[in-house]
């Protein structure tokens, strides 16, 4: 075998070939009609070529792309092919004397250990108090204080009953003391004396909650 080097490339040949491939340096075959015609040929269809492959390469890059997502991409597409199965509890109302019952179809989460972008969080905090707004818009006339609220959370998972679970309940309760006593200014309702707070949860296979409030 024969290793040189030709206009910047390692060629390794035979001995034969390397031979053959000299010679016809030394001698090359003088040009007949179909090596006119092909040379020709290749000429015109040349750049045709070179916009394939440029086009092609294109092509193969933008696929590429779409198969390595980032990260932030790939998270938002699991969360919302996941939100996409969630089963929820159907909304319900159940009113009799002193006492009312809610059920919404609200997922609720670890608002604790929670590291979502603050554009998601806000949208799901809004969401939960315009779902509580309405639920007890018709309703809230009839609570009078003092009071008690239990909470219950329906979830697959179950969440830490110190301290992540009162937290998921957060925002609701904020909306739910506000439509009690009237008081909208923030962080002020929740921390009426005049009202008890209390939580637990019941693993489900669909999400939501229960609100229950007794006077």
Not at 41 to 68: C, F, P, T, V
Not at 112 to 140: D, E, G, S
Not at 164 to 170: G, I, V
Request: aromatic share 10%.
């Amino acid at each position: 075998m024969t290793s040189f080097r030709f206009e910047d490339q390692n060629l390794i040949l035979s001995e034969q070939d390397a031979k053959v491939f000299f010679e016809t340096l030394a001698n090359p075959p003088k040009p007949n009609d179909a090596m006119i015609k092909a040379f020709n040929k290749y000429y015109q269809i040349k750049d045709q070529i070179m916009i394939a492959d440029a086009s092609n390469s294109a092509l193969k890059g933008r696929e590429a792309k779409k198969k390595k997502l980032p990260r932030k991409a790939k998270a938002k597409e699991k969360q919302a092919s996941q939100f996409k199965t969630c089963k929820f509890l159907d909304s319900e109302q159940k009113i009799e004397k002193g006492r009312v019952e809610l059920t919404l179809p609200i997922r609720t989460v670890s608002e604790a250990n929670c590291f979502q972008p603050w554009r998601t969080k806000h949208k799901r905090h809004n969401a939960q108090k315009k779902n509580v707004f309405y639920a007890m818009l018709n309703i809230k006339h009839l609570i009078q204080l003092p009071c008690k609220i239990h909470y219950i959370r329906y979830a697959p998972t179950e969440l830490d009953t110190f301290e992540n679970l009162p937290m998921s309940f957060k925002y609701i309760n904020d909306q739910v003391c506000a439509e009690i006593t009237g008081d909208h200014k923030p962080g002020r309702a929740d921390g009426n004396k005049n009202i008890i707070l209390s939580c637990s949860q019941v693993k489900s296979k669909q999400y939501g909650i229960k609100i229950i409030i007794t006077f």
